[in-house]
């Protein structure tokens, strides 16, 4: 940058640029000082680098201060690499428009929200199939990633339990294994999507390829800065360094990725015009229905049938595009569907919120916390249909295969069941880095709960709940195939917890408080190829 500066100097262009006279014969860093820089995509393999430069030039009424853009286009190849060029240099008033262009992250990954996304999924579409927004039947996955130039195949990868799919931008090799076989090196060609058939069987495969063309699409320039060739970080070189406690903030351009690839493969799945004219439609022939959980069932299942897809992967898509009620829709808990429900909008405003809680979680409290566990053990709540409800006849009842909830109480969760709050951190950075790029939420997403009384917090407000739960995989099932009902919590302390049925230890501890001196050490974000493992204090507080 100083040459071309200097460059500019001993040509004269500099001075027609700032449009005033200087005295000054070198242009250092005595003089000139590089303000920052702000980056624009140009497509997913070119962009543009303003970097804003402030000049004090000498002048013969005093030093004056110029302030312009130096504008590099930057620009990569198959191989990977990036080249750059400054094409220009310019005053801050002659700055140019790149208001159509994608603002970028200092890690090149585009600053977009989630209507953003919804837009951009759309846009693929539209541009590498024709035709595919108005009729389902022509958006593929599999044509979709052709037509975007990748391949895909499917391979059993060895030693990648937690990795459903990964990206390959250039030739490389992986290793592969099934039922425990001696592993075995598989040349990969550049732009492949692996699908890991250990943990994805390949009629289930659609998200993840949705995925990863969304990677290959906004996020290759972050690839090529990093000098990955695939997103299989787990063959990454880092170093680990510690973040800050405190309650600071960090960036972690993984996380923010990954939220993306996330967001425009449901984007690409269920596009967000046609799925709100779906939602219209099947609205128009609903049966009756008692509450709003019951109207998005019936929504969410006319969906599902239709489109041949899981109901999971509709409610999640009904409630982004801003149908809160759909969180009391096809709710699945111990891998069963529950009721429906509804409740207050405002109880369930955030994201992380829930009203629900499966056997095992519950059971994990149970275990581990001596106030929940008293608050159980009084009699006074219930574990009934994937909730936790006070224990009292307008609120439970009994069934043939379990307790349930009362009509009033389905209406009114609310009011009657325990909400708790989901915190969605990495694990396991000692076996995955960038745990979060190679896409699969049941491994790298743990969930802790945090207990809060929406009903009486003089009663429990001393309860606090912590645990890590691993998410699982909901399939579907009937509610009757249940097994056996749930009875009361009983009055006295029981040696074994009255939810999931195993023993329990009075002395239990949380095993991460254990082995870290009273300290949870979780998370991990990455700066430039650096990777972090956070040490951050075990909530153990009420909201």
Same mark, same amino acid.
């Given at each position: 940058?100083?040459?071309?500066?200097?460059?500019?100097?001993?040509?004269?262009?500099?001075?027609?640029?700032?449009?005033?006279?200087?005295?000054?014969?070198?242009?250092?860093?005595?003089?000139?000082?590089?303000?920052?820089?702000?980056?624009?995509?140009?497509?997913?393999?070119?962009?543009?680098?303003?970097?804003?430069?402030?000049?004090?030039?000498?002048?013969?009424?005093?030093?004056?201060?110029?302030?312009?853009?130096?504008?590099?286009?930057?620009?990569?190849?198959?191989?990977?690499?990036?080249?750059?060029?400054?094409?220009?240099?310019?005053?801050?008033?002659?700055?140019?428009?790149?208001?159509?262009?994608?603002?970028?992250?200092?890690?090149?990954?585009?600053?977009?929200?989630?209507?953003?996304?919804?837009?951009?999924?759309?846009?693929?579409?539209?541009?590498?199939?024709?035709?595919?927004?108005?009729?389902?039947?022509?958006?593929?996955? +599999?044509?979709?990633?052709?037509?975007?130039?990748?391949?895909?195949?499917?391979?059993?990868?060895?030693?990648?339990?937690?990795?459903?799919?990964?990206?390959?931008?250039?030739?490389?090799?992986?290793?592969?294994? &099934?039922?425990?076989?001696?592993?075995?090196?598989?040349?990969?060609?550049?732009?492949?999507?692996?699908?890991?058939?250990?943990?994805?069987?390949?009629?289930?495969?659609?998200?993840?390829?949705?995925?990863?063309?969304?990677?290959?699409? &906004?996020?290759?320039?972050?690839?090529?800065?990093?000098?990955?060739?695939?997103?299989?970080?787990?063959?990454?070189?880092?170093? &680990?360094?510690?973040?800050?406690?405190?309650?600071?903030?960090?960036?972690?351009?993984?996380?923010?990725?990954?939220? +993306?690839?996330?967001?425009?493969?449901?984007?690409?799945?269920?596009?967000?015009?046609?799925?709100?004219?779906?939602?219209?439609?099947?609205?128009?022939?609903?049966?009756?229905?008692?509450?709003?959980?019951?109207?998005?069932?019936?929504?969410?299942?006319?969906?599902?049938?239709?489109?041949?897809?899981?109901?999971?992967?509709?409610?999640?898509?009904?409630?982004?595009?801003?149908?809160?009620?759909?969180?009391?829709?096809?709710?699945?808990?111990?891998?069963?569907?529950?009721?429906?429900?509804?409740?207050?909008?405002?109880?369930?405003?955030?994201?992380?919120?829930?009203?629900?809680?499966?056997?095992?979680?519950?059971?994990?409290?149970?275990?581990?916390?001596?106030?929940?566990?008293?608050?159980?053990?009084?009699?006074?709540?219930?574990?009934?249909?994937?909730?936790?409800?006070?224990?009292?006849?307008?609120?439970?009842?009994?069934?043939?295969?379990?307790?349930?909830?009362?009509?009033?109480?389905?209406?009114?969760?609310?009011?009657?069941?325990?909400?708790?709050?989901?915190?969605?951190?990495?694990?396991?950075?000692?076996?995955?880095?960038?745990? +979060?790029?190679?896409?699969?939420?049941?491994?790298?997403?743990?969930?802790?709960?945090?207990?809060?009384?929406?009903?009486?917090?003089?009663?429990?407000?001393?309860?606090?709940?912590?645990?890590?739960?691993?998410?699982?995989?909901?399939?579907?099932?009937?509610?009757?195939?249940?097994?056996?009902?749930?009875?009361?919590?009983?009055?006295?302390?029981?040696?074994?917890?009255?939810?999931?049925?195993?023993?329990?230890?009075?002395?239990?501890?949380?095993?991460?408080?254990?082995?870290?001196?009273?300290?949870?050490?979780?998370?991990?974000?990455?700066?430039?190829?650096?990777?972090?493992?956070?040490?951050?204090?075990?909530?153990?507080?009420?909201?």
């Amino acid at each position: 940058m100083y040459s071309f500066l200097n460059n500019s100097l001993r040509s004269g262009q500099l001075e027609k640029i700032v449009g005033f006279s200087f005295t000054n014969r070198k242009i250092n860093r005595e003089v000139c000082t590089f303000r920052g820089v702000n980056f624009w995509r140009i497509d997913h393999l070119n962009f543009w680098a303003d970097v804003h430069v402030s000049l004090l030039l000498s002048t013969a009424s005093g030093l004056r201060e110029w302030r312009g853009y130096l504008c590099f286009w930057f620009s990569t190849g198959r191989s990977g690499s990036l080249t750059g060029t400054i094409e220009e240099l310019t005053s801050e008033e002659d700055a140019p428009d790149r208001e159509d262009m994608a603002l970028l992250s200092p890690y090149l990954i585009p600053y977009f929200t989630s209507a953003k996304m919804d837009a951009e999924a759309e846009n693929l579409w539209k541009t590498y199939i024709p035709g595919s927004l108005i009729d389902p039947e022509l958006r593929k996955a +599999q044509d979709l990633a052709r037509a975007m130039g990748l391949s895909i195949v499917h391979l059993p990868l060895y030693e990648h339990k937690g990795v459903n799919s990964v990206l390959f931008l250039i030739d490389d090799c992986a290793l592969v294994s &099934e039922n425990g076989a001696p592993p075995v090196e598989v040349r990969i060609p550049a732009n492949t999507i692996v699908i890991n058939t250990n943990n994805v069987k390949k009629e289930y495969s659609d998200f993840n390829i949705f995925h990863e063309c969304v990677h290959y699409c &906004e996020h290759y320039l972050f690839f090529c800065l990093q000098e990955m060739h695939h997103n299989d970080l787990l063959r990454m070189k880092t170093r &680990e360094i510690e973040i800050p406690e405190a309650g600071e903030k960090v960036s972690n351009p993984v996380y923010w990725m990954e939220k +993306q690839a996330n967001r425009g493969a449901y984007g690409l799945m269920m596009p967000m015009r046609f799925m709100r004219g779906l939602m219209a439609e099947k609205s128009q022939s609903l049966r009756r229905y008692a509450h709003e959980g019951e109207k998005y069932e019936q929504i969410g299942l006319a969906i599902a049938e239709e489109l041949g897809l899981p109901h999971f992967r509709v409610r999640a898509r009904m409630i982004q595009l801003g149908h809160i009620h759909a969180k009391g829709a096809l709710n699945y808990v111990d891998r069963y569907r529950i009721q429906p429900y509804s409740f207050d909008e405002e109880s369930l405003r955030q994201s992380e919120h829930t009203f629900n809680i499966d056997r095992l979680t519950a059971g994990d409290l149970y275990e581990k916390n001596a106030g929940f566990r008293e608050a159980l053990d009084s009699g006074k709540f219930i574990y009934a249909d994937g909730h936790i409800v006070r224990n009292e006849p307008r609120f439970v009842e009994q069934a043939p295969w379990g307790h349930m909830l009362t009509p009033w109480a389905i209406r009114h969760v609310d009011q009657c069941c325990l909400r708790f709050t989901r915190i969605y951190e990495q694990e396991n950075v000692g076996r995955y880095v960038f745990g +979060q790029m190679n896409y699969d939420p049941d491994y790298v997403e743990q969930t802790m709960f945090y207990l809060e009384d929406l009903i009486n917090e003089k009663e429990l407000d001393e309860i606090e709940a912590e645990l890590q739960y691993p998410m699982k995989s909901q399939t579907h099932g009937s509610r009757k195939e249940a097994g056996a009902g749930f009875s009361a919590f009983p009055r006295s302390s029981p040696s074994c917890c009255p939810i999931s049925g195993r023993s329990i230890s009075r002395t239990s501890t949380c095993a991460l408080l254990r082995n870290s001196g009273g300290r949870c050490c979780k998370g991990l974000w990455t700066q430039m190829g650096v990777l972090a493992r956070g040490r951050r204090r075990a909530s153990m507080c009420l909201q």
